[in-house]
Every structure is written in structure tokens, then in C-alpha cells.
């Protein structure tokens, strides 16, 4: 039994945790005031509690900070209703918003050219400069509480499964001009049936933003932002969308044009690959998960690191954070196209991030409201299959899984291309062995192989005969 000592300290540490709404760091409990433990006792009395489901906690091992569990009461829930309760209707903007839409109404002509400003990022400065304030991140908390805080990371994600591959896919490829409806992309992620009258494309950009989610929330606790996760997610977002193969999962490495914009970005590729680095680094440090989010909205798109496809990268990258932390989702419900692109806009041409900010806040508190009441458990929705989709998929990833080498392989593949049909034999053929060559580790996770697989076939596919 614990004894009155152990539970008094166990009711100063919960009290300590409850006095910081974005969750207190080991640091702050041991120096907030009375108790009188050393390091290794309050790290057992801590873990004691998070076994107990009492706290949770949210960052990395260097930036833990511990939280208050609220399942067993109705505080949080009581706060949330109250805030989703009153559903506003109209798209809400800042009055900075509003300057930025006024000046983007400029001609391009009439407006300031610029280039890839470094000091915008180097600048930042994790936890001390944010672009959230704290009235934001206390919103933002309340909204996005669920009963899986203090569970593996993705939980929640996994129960609302089925209507966020469905939502996140379609409004993030809405937002890129895709026509399809909402029931075109339900029956389409759920059926496998394609829209009459819908380009290939639009379907296939869906399609990739499922596999991408997939990919996200079955990663786990490993989960983070990570700079393999980063390429993986753009390359299963721009599978079978870019002209060149080799560009799935790996940076720019030639200028590009932002369309309708005066921005221009960074065109010189160590410079782009040294940025990346610095926003992941950064993004890292972060110990809020809503800034994080809000960040890799702002500067991932901003540096344009990959030939295209940047923006939906961004959007799914935006939900790491809450879907390891096990809090509601983003999927940008309701967001007004032309109101994010001058959002987006106004950081490339102004690196200022207000407007961006109200298109993040509306849309996370549309997300919220959303799924503030799906609490059951759904099951994964049948995978979509393009025609031979299934059979590429499943024919590179026992190549890799196995270790064949490229004779054994090449044999592999053409002995499937024989079983097809004649007209498809040979473009089935070159399909396979085009991705094998574009196969690198900014990009196997497509094929449900592990990064440990893949590293082992490649040193032995680069010198088998």
C-alpha cells in the first residue's frame, strides 16, 4: 500500500502539472514548490502516475512535458462543449488577415519581388518566439482533447480511421483544385470506384493523400519528425504525379516558379537541403504540438523544398504532432480555397503569418467539432485498387523483403508481366523496374517495407550480378 508520504507528494506533483496549461517539464515540478524529492524519486513517482492513467505526456525524451489526464473527469469535456457548442458560420479574419488580403490584391506586377528570406527561419527561436499565442494554445488544447491522450501515440487517430482518410483526403486535395465531391472520394476510398467524368489524376492524388495518412498513423511511437518520415510522406503523396520518378522523396535540386506570386525560391540545392534540416531541427525543439503544426505549415511550403507538391506535404506533416500526441486531427473542413492560397501567399511574398493562422485556427476548430463525438473504434476501410496496383505493390516489396537479386528479380518481374494480359505485359514490366530504379529511402515506405529491409537490399542489389 502506498504509504501517506508517497500519496501526498503523488497529489503535489498532479497539482503542479495542473497550474501549466501546455504541460510542465520535469524541471518546473522538481523547483514548483512543495516537495522535497530527489531526480529518481519524482521520475518513479511520475511514471507511477502515467501507468495509473493519471498524466500523459507529449514531446521528445530531451523535451518531455507532463500533462493531466482528464478521463476520469468531466473538467475538459465540460470546456470543450462549450467552446463547439456555438458554431460559427462565416469564415473569421484578423484584421492583419485583412491587410494581407488588401496588399495580395495588388496586380503581381505592382507587388515586391523577393527572394528565400534565411533570416525568417534562423530567426525562430523554438519555445521563446511563437506564431501561437497562449489564448491560441489553450483553445487549440481544449478543442483537440480526447480520451486517448495517455495512450500509444496514433490511438486516436486509428478509432476515427475510416472518416479521416475520407475528410483529410478530400478537402487537402480540394484545396488543390481537385474536383471531386465528397461522395465521389468516399466511394472512390471505400469502393474503389472512379468518378465519371474525372481525370486519372485527381483520383490518384486522393488516392496517394490515403496512403499517406495510412503511413502516418501506422508508424506509432515511432513517429516524429523525423527527415525519412518527411520524404516518405511527400513521396507517397506524389506517387505517379511528378514527371520524373527519382523526384518522389527527395529535395529540389533546380529552381522553380511560384505561380501568381512575386516570391521567388531558393534555387541553389545545398542551401535548400541545409533549410530542411534546420526546419526539422527546429520543429523538433518545439515543445507545444499545435506550434509545431502551425510551423510546418509556415515553412515547409515557404522553402518549397521538393519540385512540387509541397503544400499537401505541409498539410499532412501538420498532423504528426497532433496524431502522436493523440489529440484531433486537422483536416482542413470547411477551409475557403482562395483564403488559404493568400494565406500562403502572404508568407511567401510577406513572411507574415496571420492570415495563414486564421485559416489554421478555423480549420482546426472545423476539425474538432467534427470529431468531438466519434469516440468508437471503426474499422480500416477497404484499400483502393488501381488495375495492377495491388500487383506492383506486393512484387517490389517481396523483391526487397527477400534480398533478390537483380537476375532473380528481373525474373520475378517478367514472370508476372506473363500471367497479364499481352497488351499489358510490357508496360507492366517497365513500371516495376522504373520505380526499382527510383527506390531509395526517401521512398520505400510506399511498398510496406521497413527502412531496415530496404538498406540491406539496396547495398545488395547496388553489387549482385
Known sequence: ????????????????????????????????????????????????????????????????????????????????EKLIRPKKEEFSISQEGKKIISYLLKPVSERK????????????RPNIDVYLSKDDIHKLTVLGYTHSQHQPAGTHAREILNRLLIDLSWNSSRLEGNTYSLLDTQRLLELGESAAGKSLEEAQMIINHKDAIEFLVDLGDDLDFKHYILLNLHALLAENLM??????????????????????????????????????????????????AFFMMVHLPYLQAFDDVNKRTSRLASNIPLIKNNLSPISFVEVPKEVYTKGILGVYELNQVDLLKDVFLWAYEKSAIRYASIRQTVSEPDPFRTKYREEIKKLIMTIVSENL?????????????????????????EMVESDLLALNEGNFARFKISLSEFRVWKENWSRKV
Do not use: C, W
Not at 497539482?15 to 501546455?22: A, E, M, V, Y
Open 1 to 80: 500500500m502506498e504509504n501517506v508520504s508517497t500519496k501526498r507528494d503523488l497529489l503535489i506533483i498532479k497539482g503542479l502539472i495542473g497550474k501549466s496549461p501546455n504541460g510542465a517539464s520535469i524541471e518546473d515540478i522538481l523547483h514548483g514548490g512543495g516537495l522535497d524529492l530527489e531526480l529518481r524519486t519524482l521520475q518513479r513517482r511520475l511514471k507511477k502516475l502515467k501507468e495509473e492513467g493519471e498524466i500523459y505526456t507529449t514531446g521528445g525524451s530531451k523535451s518531455t512535458r507532463y500533462h493531466i489526464s482528464y478521463s476520469d473527469n468531466l473538467v475538459r469535456e465540460s470546456e470543450q
Open 243 to 292: 514527371k520524373e520518378q527519382s523526384s518522389l522523396g527527395r529535395l529540389r535540386s533546380m529552381p522553380v516558379g511560384i505561380y501568381q506570386s512575386a516570391y521567388t525560391p531558393l534555387s541553389i540545392p545545398q542551401l535548400i537541403a541545409t533549410q530542411f534540416e534546420l526546419i526539422l531541427k527546429k520543429v523538433r525543439e518545439i515543445e507545444n504540438p499545435f506550434e509545431q
Open 113 to 124: 519581388k523577393v527572394g528565400y528570406n534565411m533570416e525568417f527561419l534562423n530567426s525562430y
Open 405 to 429: 537479386s537483380p537476375r532473380e528479380g528481373s525474373a520475378l518481374i517478367q514472370s508476372t508481366a506473363n500471367n497479364l494480359p499481352q497488351e499489358d505485359s510490357n508496360r507492366f514490366r
